[in-house]
C-alpha cells in the first residue's frame, strides 16, 4: 500500500546511479587500487616477516571496510581510510613489549619502504602504532596496524590466496560463484559493498567458524542484475550468508606499540557485533548499512562546522539502536534515526552488546563539544523533518537536503514524490466556483528501488 501521509524521497537516495547512496560507494577503479596496494603489502610482509619469526602473519580487514559502511570523502580535504591488521602469535614475542613494538615496527618498516619505492609511493612512520602507505590513490590511505593475538587464535585464522583478479575483471566474466557475488555487489548500477563480499574480493583470513555459504537464483547466476538488493523478493533470494562467531576466540588482541605497553585491542569485537546486528535484518543489514552511511555522509559534509565530530563508531552504535527496517522508504528509516541524534550525542553511547566493552562510553566529546554536535544534529533532524512532512515542492526538499549532505544529493525533482498539500493553494481552490476548478493533476506511478 502507497504511504501518503509524506512526501516520499526514497528514490533521491536509492535511485539506480544518481541516488546519494550510489554516489557514497567507492567505485570500482578505488576498489582495485585498493586492493593492488594491499597484495603488494601482504606479499613482501608474508615474505619478509616468515624469514624472522618463522611463521607468515595473517592479515584482517578492519574499520568502516570490515563493517562494509566505506564513504567516498564529502570533502576535498577529506580520505579514505583502509585499516589492514597485521596478525602475528603470541609466541613470536619473548622480549618485553616496548622492546619487540621497537623491532617488529623497524621489521616492516623497512619492509614496507621497499615496496614504496619500487611503486612511487610515500611511507608516513610518524604514528607510533601503524604504518601509513599513501600516493597510491588520490584522497586515501592505507593504514598498517599490527597485533599480537593469542597462539590459537592465530591457529584458527585460515590463510586465504591472494586474488590477482580486478573487479572489473570479476564483473565482466563473472566465473564462478564468489565471481557472480560480486559482479553483483560491486556494480555500481546495484551499489552495495557488503562485508562478505569485501571479505571475499580482498581475501583476507578467516576463522574457522566464520562460516559462509551463498546460494544464487538462477536470475543471479545467468547475469541478470537489474533490482536493488533491497529490493529482492526473498524467496528468490541472491545471496543468503550464514556466519557464526566463536566469542571464546576472540579475545586478548593487543595493538603492538613502538616504545610502549601495548594497547587491548576491540577491533574483532566491533566487527563481530555489527555484522552480527545486520544478520538480524532483511537483505543482512543492507538497508542499516546504508543509514550509517548517510549519517557518516552527514558528519563528513558537516565536519568544519563541529568543534570535535563524533566517532564514527559512536554514530554506528546510535544508529543501531534507533534502527527501525523500513523497506523502500530509506529517508523515513533516516529519519527516524536522526531524530533521536541530538540527546543522543550529550550523553554516554554505551552498547552492551559489544562483549567485552559493554560499560564502554564510545562518546568521546566534551561538554562544549557535544552541544555543537546536538545542535547540528538538530538541524538535520529539522530538514529531514520538513522534506517528510511540511514541503509542498520537490525544488525545496532537495535544496533543504543539500544544506545537510552536499552536492551528492542529485538535484533531480522526479525523483521526489510529494504527498503534501500545499494548505494555502487548496483553501483558494476551495473558494472558487466549482466550474472553474482545475482537472486534478495526474501523478506517475513511482518506480524503481
Known sequence: MTDISTNNLHRVFKNDNNGFFHKLLPNMEQLDAFKHCKDKVQEKLESDLKVIYGVKPKFRLQGS?????CNVPALSTQEMDFDYGCYLPNACFVDDEKTEGEKILQHVEQSLKVVCDEQGWSLDTSNASCLRITGFL???????????????MFADLQDVQIRTQKSETIANERIGLDSAILSLDFSEKNGDTRPDSLSVFFGESQFSNEITFTTLSN?????RYELGLDSINEKNSVSKTVKKFNNQKIQNIRLI??????????????REWFVGTCDKYPNEGQQLRAIVRYVKSWRDFLGPHFKKAPSS?????LVTQSYEHLQQRDDKALNAVVKDLPNALTKSINCKDIVGHESEDFNSLDAQEREFAKSLASQFSKVLDDCLSKHTTAFDCLADLETQLGCRIPMQPELVTINIKNESKSSFIESQ???????PAIITTQIGG
Open 65 to 69: 571496510w570490515a563493517y562494509g559502511t
Open 138 to 152: 588520490s584522497q586515501a590511505h592505507f593504514d598498517v596496524p599490527l597485533y599480537a593475538v593469542p597462539d590459537d
Open 219 to 223: 536470475e543471479a547466476r545467468h547475469g
Open 257 to 270: 606499540k613502538r616504545d610502549e605497553d601495548w594497547k587491548p585491542s576491540d577491533c574483532e569485537k566491533v
Open 313 to 317: 563508531i559512536a554514530l554506528m552504535v
Open 433 to 439: 466556483p466549482l466550474a472553474t476548478v482545475s482537472a
